[in-house]
């Protein structure tokens, strides 16, 4: 595509989000605290992140824990058919029930799509927000949870779908950007033009919709400090913290989801990946909570919430140990954190369903999930 069928495809996108969609145009200005989602992802076990004693991420456990209400016995429901993985947890977290997803394309494996509403849907829906305050921030090679944004089915769909931060849209970006320049050699057309095609075929959906004109801004930006070569930004999950911090100053999101995932490398075997993976989110978190502390837009007006998508096993005689795949109880142990305006201090005592986080985030910003099993955490409330 070039320059000017890109820019007459921004102009359509921008006349078709200008005309009048009822819902929208009718929906009030969100007034609500912000609400920062942390998937503490990849898989962790409670042994090493929230044992007061062994923990690997001593600022959550030690600094952040003490600001709001820990929820040490978070458990997801052993219901037929649940897998304790990423992609199943992530939606678990984002849609408030169980199994409501689908694979996402007839040639794709472990490609899930929700078949239910998400927490991005159900917000937009119930108030005024542009897609751009309404993010997700994924993690680099998991091109399978760029299915989150918006669900299949009859639900409320692309209108109401969050914009996604992750290296992949970058490079998408990018290579739309560097096919539209001029003085490409043959040779380096041919090469951005196999990369181009290659991402696509990773992410059937593509550049469906194409992104807003503020993350298009936000991508020049990026690509102008870190450039085209892929070696100057950080990697890995520090990436994912590099992407969130930069989107609250740039975006100001009023809900964003950072979906962590680095300690899933521990599926290699070595158990050192998993526990420094650990410490590696524990700095992001101190980066993205710093940062809310520090800047008056989300200062005493923003609500952490911190989980992980689901446990590990815990079973030493595996010959690959923390695997999360064999239905083990600790696999479905997790835990959670929230802290922020609104939010009670202490330790809950009592066991809750991981169906109980999207219901508690959407009482904190003012809407129902309606289609969620779970119900909020009253407890969790001043
Ligand atoms: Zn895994």
Known sequence: ?????????????????????????????????????????????????????????????????????????????????????????????????????????????????????????????????????????????????????????????????????????????????????????????????????????????????????????????????FGDDGLRNPRGDRLLTELATRAMAELKPRFMMVNYQDPDYVHWGNPSHYTRAIAVIDEGLQRLVSMADADPFYRDNTIFVITPDCGRDANPLANVPFQHHFNSRSAHEVWALIFGPGIGKGVLDNPVDQSAIAPTIAAAMGFAATRAEGRAIDGAFL
């Open 1 to 225: 595509m070039d320059r000017r069928s890109f820019a007459l495809g921004t102009l359509g996108l921008a006349a078709s989000l200008a005309s009048p969609r009822p819902t929208l145009a009718q929906s009030p200005a969100y007034r609500g605290p912000n609400v920062i989602l942390v998937r503490f992802g990849g898989g962790v076990r409670r042994a090493e992140t929230i044992d007061e004693a062994a923990t690997w991420a001593p600022y959550l456990r030690h600094t952040l824990a003490p600001r709001g209400t820990f929820i040490p016995d978070l458990r997801i429901d052993k219901l037929e058919g649940v897998n304790t993985s990423h992609a199943e947890g992530t939606l678990n977290l984002l849609t408030g029930r169980y199994l409501a997803y689908r694979d996402a394309g007839e040639f794709l494996t472990d490609r899930l799509e929700p078949t239910e509403p998400t927490i991005f849907e159900y917000l937009r829906r119930a108030y005024n927000l542009a897609s751009h305050e309404v993010l997700l921030i994924n993690g680099e090679d998991r091109p399978q949870e760029e299915f989150f944004t918006f669900g299949a089915g009859d639900h409320f769909g692309i209108d109401f779908r969050s914009e996604m931060l992750s290296l992949h849209r970058y490079k998408l970006y990018r290579t739309r950007e560097q096919l539209a320049e001029s003085g490409l050699t043959d040779e380096a057309r041919l090469a951005l033009e196999e990369e181009r095609t290659r991402l696509l075929t990773i992410d059937p959906r593509g550049t469906t919709p194409e992104p807003s004109p503020e993350v298009e801004a936000f991508w020049a930006r990026w690509r102008q400090r």
